[in-house]
């Protein structure tokens, strides 16, 4: 299948400070990228649909000054945690659609931890 | 509002057994299911799928069925093995979009 990658795979930052997540479709390209969260033990919460060279659209409940997401080419997105807080710490997931309907694929996650 | 949810939190099997994973969904809308693997620490792996036109796919040990008159998914694994353990979650979407509603996830337990 396609190759979804994220970076980095862990982050561990200080209280007030910004992290940045890459998500890369490696060997295809996206036009449309989802984000998800997932606390421990819980299934995966879609945070926002990353739309190539267009807004994000974000669930409700999300902030989107929180959660900036930035999509600028078809193989990158990326989502940018401000002023990171202890409970922004979560395994962060995104996935790349393929084009093909409905196919998308998940890259490998990113745990935050905010201290 | 709409869900898609599982009936049980974990399930443990004995190694070579088959196992049952089952999956309600509330959205009549739904037109494409998915089943993922989740390993800790690691991202969804897409195990198998099926559109609302089917009741039955199968792959590789594995096969989803799909009844929507009573809005119930299942995924059977054929001869269990220990690789299989992990955290299974059905997912839902409608249309052409991507945009996944994921279930509660399941633990798949092996038993040597």
């Known amino acids: 299948g396609a190759v979804v990658s994220q970076h980095p795979s862990r982050v561990i930052c200080k209280s007030g400070t910004s992290v940045k997540i890459e998500c890369r479709s490696l060997?295809?390209?996206?036009?449309?990228m989802f984000w998800y969260r997932q606390f421990p033990k819980k299934s995966l919460m879609l945070m926002a649909t990353?739309?190539?060279?267009?807004?994000?659209?974000?669930e409700q409940g999300v902030e989107k000054d929180k959660f900036l997401i930035n999509h600028a080419s078809l193989t990158l997105s990326t989502l940018t945690v401000t002023s990171a807080h202890p409970e922004d710490s979560s395994f962060y997931i995104c996935?790349?659609?393929?084009?093909?309907?409905?196919?998308?694929?998940f890259g490998q996650g990113t745990r935050l931890t905010v201290v | 509002g709409e869900s898609v949810g599982l009936h049980l939190p974990t399930l443990s099997v004995q190694e070579g057994d088959n196992s049952i994973i089952n999956c309600a969904y509330s959205?009549?809308?739904?037109?494409?299911f998915i089943w993922y693997k989740q390993e800790s620490g690691k991202g969804p792996q897409f195990i198998i799928d099926?559109?609302?036109?089917?009741d039955k796919r199968q792959g590789q040990r594995v096969t989803v069925l799909l009844n929507k008159t009573v809005k119930h998914l299942s995924l059977q694994i054929a001869a269990t093995q220990p690789g299989d353990s992990a955290v299974y979650f059905c997912?839902?979407?409608?249309?052409?979009?991507?945009?996944?509603?994921f279930g509660k996830g399941i633990t798949l337990s092996v038993r040597p």
């Open positions: 996935s790349a659609e393929t084009g093909v309907a409905n196919e998308a694929f």
């Open positions: 997912a839902e979407s409608t249309g052409a979009n991507s945009k996944l509603t």
């Open positions: 060997d295809f390209q996206a036009t449309t």
């Open positions: 099926i559109r609302s036109n089917m």
């Open positions: 959205n009549s809308a739904s037109d494409y």
């Open positions: 990353s739309n190539e060279g267009s807004k994000a659209t974000y």
